[in-house]
């Protein structure tokens, strides 16, 4: 069982940054594929970005790529996204998720979910 807490949205200017942090609970936090996700307001949950167990593998969503940076450290079991050069477009609820095993980009196949964070980036 993990349970999973995002912290670090808000309110930001276009062309701004924001970090988001996962805090997962659990002695098993390395064994699981980290994932962010996001929901905009009228659209289907879409991925971000995940990272692999040791965080050697990453993997962006093409919108973010050279934007967004993902990272964990499993000593203290958290996972981070670091957000750059934010656009209007990337304001959404953001989550963090995990899942054992193979990666995905599917947020179906992820099993445990935190209670997301607003972000949202004005013009």
């Known amino acids: 069982q993990v349970q999973l807490v995002e912290s670090g949205g808000g309110l930001v200017q276009a062309g701004g940054s924001l970090r988001l942090s996962c805090a997962a609970s659990?002695?098993?936090?390395?064994?699981?594929?980290m994932g962010w996700f996001r929901q905009a307001p009228g659209k289907e949950r879409e991925f971000v970005a995940r990272i692999g167990w040791s965080g050697g593998i990453t993997y962006y969503a093409a919108s973010v790529k050279g934007r967004f940076t993902i990272s964990r450290d499993n000593a203290k079991n958290t996972a981070s996204l670091q957000m750059n050069s934010l656009k209007p477009e990337d304001t959404a609820v953001y989550y963090c998720a995990a899942k054992p095993g193979a990666g995905s980009y599917y947020g179906d196949d992820y099993d445990y979910w935190g209670q997301g964070t607003q972000v949202t980036v004005s013009s």
């Open positions: 659990g002695r098993t936090f390395s064994m699981y594929v």
